[in-house]
């Protein structure tokens, strides 16, 4: 027996930013425990992370904590369903980061198709629109972060939209 179910989007930009609370939490512990970042850089990119959200450009957002050579050492994975039946949060937490001499903290963003459908210069004047406050550059980093082992972290959510957290160590 097969069954079905079909369901439309009922969040709003108001959905959006309370799930990325949850995210804007970690991202600041993340930040002060790995002594990597001003808050006013935490800001800076958590900025630009909520604009790409709520505008629909986003598909994940990955913080990396990598060591002196450029290797990932600890990350989280921020994945993006906006079709989700979660309809409110988990409470931030679960990182158990730490200091790492010589180590750097990073975030990659994975974009949607709407994003990769926008040409150069649509792309930079979204930013340019929203004021973006990081040069974001890319990256080839690989984010199903391979040699780390993968657990499962908090769903923050608010009327289906969706933000689950993967954890690497």
């Given at each position: 027996?097969?069954?079905?179910?079909?369901?439309?989007?009922?969040?709003?930009?108001?959905?959006?930013?309370?799930?990325?609370?949850?995210?804007?939490?970690?991202?600041?512990?993340?930040?002060?425990?790995?002594?990597?970042?001003?808050?006013?850089?935490?800001?800076?990119?958590?900025?630009?992370?909520?604009?790409?959200?709520?505008a629909k450009y986003l598909?994940?957002?990955?913080?990396v904590l990598e060591n002196?050579?450029?290797?990932?050492?600890?990350?989280?994975?921020?994945?993006?369903?906006?079709?989700?039946?979660?309809?409110?949060?988990?409470?931030?937490?679960?990182?158990?980061?730490?200091?790492?001499?010589?180590?750097?903290?990073?975030?990659?963003?994975?974009?949607?198709?709407?994003?990769?459908?926008?040409?150069?210069?649509?792309?930079?004047?979204?930013?340019?629109?929203?004021?973006?406050?990081?040069?974001?550059?890319?990256?080839?980093?690989?984010?199903?972060?391979?040699?780390?082992?993968?657990?499962?972290?908090?769903?923050?959510?608010?009327?289906?939209?969706?933000?689950?957290?993967?954890?690497?160590?």
């Amino acid at each position: 027996m097969y069954y079905s179910a079909t369901g439309t989007a009922t969040y709003t930009v108001v959905d959006i930013r309370k799930t990325f609370e949850g995210f804007e939490s970690d991202l600041r512990m993340i930040a002060r425990l790995t002594n990597t970042w001003t808050m006013d850089f935490t800001e800076s990119v958590f900025h630009d992370v909520i604009k790409l959200a709520e505008a629909k450009y986003l598909a994940a957002t990955n913080v990396v904590l990598e060591n002196s050579s450029g290797i990932p050492i600890k990350a989280a994975k921020f994945v993006v369903n906006p079709t989700g039946t979660g309809i409110s949060s988990d409470r931030a937490g679960g990182n158990n980061w730490s200091p790492v001499a010589g180590a750097r903290l990073s975030v990659i963003l994975e974009y949607t198709p709407a994003w990769h459908a926008l040409d150069s210069v649509q792309q930079c004047d979204f930013q340019k629109n929203n004021d973006f406050c990081v040069s974001w550059i890319d990256s080839n980093t690989n984010t199903s972060f391979p040699g780390l082992r993968h657990s499962m972290g908090q769903l923050y959510a608010s009327n289906g939209y969706e933000l689950k957290k993967h954890n690497y160590n």
